[in-house]
């Protein structure tokens, strides 16, 4: 019997601990709303090799505001440390896909955003057998290359603001740097019925983007660890022309400005050690690009 079963995956750095309650919130609503089991596995990193702790913060502890929310109960947790090879979302992303991980959708969850409450409902009830990625809406981002993913009632909204932040003058909550609750992103997708789409060119978000057994199993380097998988993976799909499918009427509630995003650390990712896997993974995209 095939395996309907969807995999919700979170991986957490320790300075977003006290924004994790609100995010566990979310998914446990939207698995409620399921009518199939959905399996969560959460990687808890405390790590230090880019970010580095204030005084009187303890990255092996933080975790402790949240290690108690009632979702985790039956989650699958595991742990990064320092005592570990260096370790980041793109590592994680290529590890919790494989035959192992025999799911319908694998989700990339985000640590800074929040899930409409009937994504994995619709999930659960999409019956395509290609290999192919699905992506819910956003908000207004900051230039037109985003324009097909934007919620249909977002596309209307001119970007007005100024040059360094086009979409300032965007109306509350509905510029990408807004923050926006559970229950305004609720009643915000109650308005509109699902509709699932074809974009016309791949454009991924990691965030809450949706991956399905059949997908191709190398469609992330071994040498990519931070933030540029997303990038890596559309331009990979482009290159083996995979589709791309979007549920244009559901909003994802991704608050990437969130005030408890970066706690406890003033370290800026401009450090020698950030700026060399950067290059890593900027390199990897480029021969991707040309070979």
């Not at 509905?174 to 229950?183: E, H, K, R, T, V």
């Amino acid at each position: 019997m095939t395996n309907n079963k969807l995999l919700c995956t979170l991986h957490v750095m320790w300075y977003e601990h006290l924004m994790i309650n609100e995010t566990l919130d979310s998914i446990q609503a939207a698995i409620q709303n399921a009518n199939q089991p959905v399996d969560l596995i959460v990687c808890l990193n405390s790590q230090t090799y880019i970010e580095k702790p204030d005084a009187g913060f303890n990255p092996d502890t933080m975790f402790d505001t949240f290690l108690n929310h009632p979702v985790l109960k039956n989650a699958t947790i595991l742990r990064k440390t320092d005592n570990d090879p260096f370790y980041n979302i793109g590592d994680w992303a290529r590890d919790i896909f494989g035959p192992e991980y025999d799911y319908k959708y694998i989700v990339w969850g985000e640590s800074d955003c929040l899930v409409p409450e009937d994504y994995f409902f619709l999930l659960q009830n999409i019956d395509i057998d290609y290999p192919h990625a699905i992506s819910l809406s956003t908000r207004k981002m900051w230039d037109s290359t985003w324009d097909e993913l934007e919620h249909p009632y977002v596309q209307q909204i001119l970007r007005t603001g100024p040059i360094e932040e086009p979409q300032k003058n965007t109306p509350f909550p509905f510029a990408a740097g807004d923050y926006i609750s559970q229950s305004e992103l609720n009643d915000f997708n109650s308005k509109y019925d699902p509709v699932l789409v074809q974009l016309q060119t791949q454009k991924i978000d990691g965030c809450m983007t949706s991956i399905p057994r059949n997908f191709p199993i190398d469609f992330l380097h071994a040498d990519l660890h931070i933030g540029g998988h997303d990038h890596y993976v559309e331009l990979y799909m482009k290159k083996h022309n995979i589709p791309q499918l979007h549920i244009s009427t559901r909003l994802k509630g991704h608050n990437c400005t969130h005030p408890n995003k970066r706690i406890g650390t003033s370290t800026t990712r401009g450090s020698a050690e950030y700026l060399f896997y950067k290059k890593q993974c900027d390199d990897l995209i480029t021969n991707l690009i040309n070979n």
